[in-house]
């Protein structure tokens, strides 16, 4: 129960600047119906609840199942048998993760169902499942990161070359949802795991990180050969049917409470039925440790499903409705401005962020302090809104006109950085646009998008995802850079941080 209560705590302080912010808003410059205030506020409760409950089950439940699979799976020192549970582990979590749905959802509305939800899920899935095993692998085989990073993007140019506006936009995107909530946690857990049975301390605790990273590129180069091969483009969006608000307080609640509770235990159920099978075959967990576990994910679910009942019942609308407003006060600079403070508090109520955070600093024995990864993530992703707002407001700029120069610093950087910052900084950008992210700003960005003249939401509206997913890469990886600094001050080793 104390535990609880510090979990409680923590969010509080987290979540509450986000509210604030949204009710300075509301009584200056863009005014709220009730109503549509009401849900937002009752979304706010429904999130300091959920998220305290799942970081609570994620500690006891998900995190300790990931950890003794991926030992198990190191152990086993075949490759055949991490090759097809990395496929089928990267499948089914990827595809049945909610953020994932969120903006496959979203992308469905806004083209009217040229682009459905399901092929969006199922492609993203099978690009997830590839860079999953062949991120285990690397651990395994101890293949340096930045190498395969460095190869991986490469790919990325190269594809980026061929595909379409509108589909780099949505391929970036989908990178920074895949990676959310439930998966993050599972999958640095998993990392944990495979690393942690090396017999090389410093180099298990490199490896500990980097997963995440490796994995995201995956759902970037399926969408990417999905609109090659399907030679799609020209795609123009709507945010009007979506505009539309309800007059019912409680009403989206109902509505959206089953939804979630669905595709939650569809993304729980994998983890259930394999750690039910391995603890038969190999966990052998005594049975006080085995209802822990068991205790923890039902935590999980209970606290997913109200957290994304209150960010889709509560939040999705009141980001659109700002983002419109704001638009149309026909002053940028206060949009800019705007965005930046959004992405300075937003990223602070990411429930992965809480799970990555903590593990950097258990991992480094406290070398690397909790609050000093959280400022540099919170300055990354204020700058990455405020920049969305650029591109959407100045008529010309595209989308890779920022990321690419944004990976290039990033891919350069990780041949000078310390190696363990590397994996940390590209964990950091799939862990930075989870949920609120993939509701909230995207919803703000379309809102925005929608207003203003010349702009188009399915090429301007998406993309934010994206530039939230980069900019913590670079601003952790100079995070990086001052700790080799401090450490050459201090008489030590680059090895030793």
């Known amino acids: ?15 509450g600047p986000v509210v604030v912010l949204v009710l300075l808003l509301n009584i200056t410059i863009t005014p709220m119906e009730p109503i549509l205030l009401g849900r937002f506020l009752l979304g706010a409760l429904l999130i300091v609840f959920g998220l305290s409950i799942f970081l609570f089950g994620v500690d006891i439940g998900v995190s300790k199942v990931g950890t003794l699979m991926g030992g198990t799976l190191a152990k086993s020192n075949k490759l055949w048998i991490v090759v097809v549970a990395g496929l089928a582990l990267g499948f089914f979590i990827s595809i049945a993760e909610p953020d994932l749905h969120i903006l496959a959802g979203q992308v469905d509305l806004v083209t009217s169902g040229v682009i459905s939800k399901l092929s969006i899920v199922v492609v993203v899935s099978i690009g997830i499942a590839a860079m999953l095993t062949t991120g285990l692998v690397r651990i395994i085989y101890n293949v340096p990161l930045y190498k395969l990073l460095t190869v991986l993007y490469l790919i990325i140019f190269g594809l980026g070359i061929f595909t379409s506006p509108e589909f780099l936009a949505i391929s970036f995107d989908s990178s920074g949802a895949t990676t959310g909530a439930l998966t993050v946690p599972f999958m640095l857990a998993l990392a944990l795991g ?15 990180f980097g997963l995440v990273g490796v994995t995201s590129t995956g759902a970037i180069i399926a969408v990417m050969l999905m609109c090659i091969i399907s030679r799609q483009d020209k795609i123009t969006g709507s945010l009007e049917e979506s505009m539309n608000s309800t007059t019912s307080l409680l009403g989206p609640f109902f509505e959206v409470i089953p939804q979630m509770a669905y595709e939650i235990l569809l993304a729980l159920s994998p983890i259930v039925v394999l750690f039910l099978i391995f603890q038969k075959l190999s966990f052998k967990l005594s049975r006080k440790a085995y209802r822990k576990v068991l205790k923890g994910l039902a935590y999980t679910f209970i606290g997913l499903v109200l957290f994304l009942t209150g960010v889709n019942a509560g939040f ?20 800019i401005a705007i965005g930046f403070i959004l992405g300075l508090v937003v990223i602070l109520a990411e429930p992965a962020v809480y799970v990555l955070t903590h593990q950097i600093e258990d991992v480094t024995s406290g070398y690397v302090k909790r609050p000093v990864v959280l400022v540099a993530l919170s300055i990354g992703v204020a700058f990455a809104v405020s920049l969305s707002m650029v591109r959407i407001i100045i008529p010309g700029l595209q989308l890779w006109h920022f990321l690419l120069p944004a990976y290039v610093v990033s891919i350069l950087m990780m041949y000078f950085a310390p190696k363990l910052f590397v994996g940390m900084a590209f964990d950091a950008g799939g862990v930075a646009s989870g949920p609120m992210t993939a509701t909230f700003v995207l919803a703000f960005a379309q809102g925005v998008a929608e207003a203003v003249e010349g702009a188009d939401v399915m090429v301007d509206g998406f993309g934010v995802i994206a530039m939230v997913a980069t900019t913590p890469i670079i601003a952790l990886q100079v995070l990086g850079l001052l700790y080799k600094i401090k450490s050459v001050k201090e008489g030590l080793k680059e090895d030793d941080i």
């Open 316 to 335: 999705m609308e009141v980001g659109s409705k700002i983002g419109y407003t704001l638009a149309t006060l026909d002053n940028n600079i206060i949009i």
């Open 1 to 15: 129960m104390n535990v609880l209560i510090e979990k409680l705590k923590e969010v509080l302080i987290s979540v």
């Open 194 to 208: 495979v690393s942690s049975l090396k017999k090389d301390g410093k180099a298990s605790e490199k490896d500990s």
